[in-house]
């Protein structure tokens, strides 16, 4: 599983997804980090209480999960923002990369954040929806037409699921690679959510 922003910044080495580890996915696996951190990757730097603002959380919360991310690698200082003393945050990589074949026959604490991670990823591609149909009369009429909604079932094998997450990626990649330079009239960030996974037929 993989989640990818535009970057904010130039692409460099640094902004290079970074693969999840126990180490690094204990110190994520938490709501409101996950936040900070969607925040600072898709905003740019910002300050702990301008996150506070923008998420409806205090500047003490924000100020100390951000320090928690920093502890593990996921956000550094900002220098260079910003005229008073307040410090500036910004996003260390473009996006995260989750294997969970690393994680499989883990301890229960490792389980757990596992767990939290995940929910957490739903709990956001459900807020991000819910947004885009509360606003959706908000858009030019050329966006609603440009928008999708879909679900779709197949009969695939493990090799085949994961051969259709491949090339889904790797398209939308070619997007990426494409995309249309900044102040581009009518270019906007677009947000893509794929889901694969297996239900029962009973």
Same mark, same amino acid.
């Given at each position: 599983?993989? @989640?990818?922003? @535009?970057?904010? #910044?130039?692409?460099?080495?640094?902004?290079?997804?970074? #693969?999840?580890?126990?180490?690094?996915?204990?110190?994520?696996?938490?709501?409101?980090? $996950?936040?900070?951190?969607?925040?600072?990757?898709?905003?740019?730097?910002?300050?702990?209480?301008?996150?506070?603002?923008?998420?409806?959380?205090?500047?003490?919360?924000?100020?100390?999960?951000?320090? =928690?991310?920093?502890?593990?690698?996921?956000?550094?200082?900002?220098?260079?923002?910003?005229?008073?003393?307040?410090?500036?945050?910004?996003?260390?990589?473009?996006?995260?990369?989750?294997?969970?074949?690393?994680?499989?026959?883990?301890?229960?604490?490792?389980?757990?954040?596992?767990?939290?991670?995940?929910?957490?990823?739903?709990?956001?591609?459900?807020?991000?929806?819910?947004?885009?149909?509360?606003?959706?009369? @908000?858009?030019?009429? @050329?966006?609603?037409?440009?928008?999708? $909604?879909?679900? $779709?079932?197949?009969?695939?094998?493990?090799?085949?699921?994961?051969?259709?997450?491949?090339?889904?990626?790797?398209? $939308?990649?070619?997007?990426?690679?494409?995309?249309?330079?900044?102040?581009?009239?009518?270019?906007? =960030?677009?947000?893509?959510?794929?889901?694969?996974?297996?239900?029962?037929?009973?």
């Amino acid at each position: 599983m993989q @989640e990818r922003e @535009e970057p904010t #910044t130039p692409a460099s080495d640094e902004l290079a997804p970074r #693969t999840l580890d126990a180490r690094s996915l204990r110190g994520l696996a938490h709501p409101l980090r $996950m936040q900070l951190l969607g925040a600072l990757r898709r905003g740019g730097p910002a300050t702990a209480s301008q996150l506070a603002a923008k998420l409806g959380e205090s500047s003490g919360a924000t100020s100390y999960h951000l320090r =928690q991310l920093a502890a593990h690698g996921f956000v550094e200082d900002a220098p260079g923002h910003g005229k008073g003393r307040e410090r500036w945050w910004k996003a260390v990589h473009q996006g995260l990369i989750y294997d969970s074949t690393r994680f499989t026959g883990s301890d229960p604490e490792l389980r757990g954040a596992a767990d939290t991670f995940l929910h957490e990823i739903a709990n956001t591609h459900t807020r991000e929806l819910s947004t885009w149909i509360a606003t959706r009369n @908000e858009w030019p009429t @050329e966006w609603s037409g440009a928008t999708d $909604m879909s679900d $779709m079932t197949l009969r695939l094998t493990p090799e085949l699921a994961t051969e259709l997450v491949a090339r889904m990626h790797e398209l $939308m990649e070619t997007y990426r690679a494409s995309a249309p330079a900044e102040g581009t009239p009518d270019a906007e =960030q677009v947000r893509i959510h794929t889901h694969v996974f297996p239900i029962s037929q009973d």
